[in-house]
């Protein structure tokens, strides 16, 4: 399977890409992933051309068979980053590349209740461009300035839980190609 880990994250040592690493690390057998962030796409334009950050990051989502966002909370929802690449994303909006898309979600907060409103917020945006949201589990890494040492992610929990979230995310992605070719 083909992964991509989009970080909602500008921030160049950001937990969430972190996370996604982490994340793409508890991987068993041969798939093949990478991590991009958000930072570097220009503010959103309605009428104004797609950059070359805009264009990679769309062919990415394209031609991924799954995409894991992980996405900071900024004030109960996910960050403004996330939304603005998504936004350029979502244009023209029936060749938008999140339509049958297996679509994970996962968030890294230093908060010790952050995330679930961030993600909730992003499920109804995903779905409304026709993303395959995995359902469950839900995955929010709390206190997560707390939950890596040099890089490595050390809650046994969290790691149970985002194994788990993958496993789900390569049934349906596994599910959707039999149905769809
Ligand atoms: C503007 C702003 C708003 C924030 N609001 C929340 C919040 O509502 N809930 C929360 O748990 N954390 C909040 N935080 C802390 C972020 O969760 C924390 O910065 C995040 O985990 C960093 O992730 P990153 O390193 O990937 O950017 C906020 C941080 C910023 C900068």
Known sequence: MKFLGISGSAKLDSLNSVLLYNAFELLQGQHKWEVVSVGGIPLFEQSGEETNEVKKLKDKVKEADIVVISTPEHNHSFSAALKNAIDWLSVPLDKNPFRWKVVATMSATTGSL???RAQEHLWIVLKSLGAILVPTPEVFVVNADKKFVNGKLIDENSKK????????AMILAQALKYVMG
């Open 114 to 116: 952050g995330g679930p």
């Open 161 to 168: 839980y985002i194994t788990e979230l993958l496993d789900n």
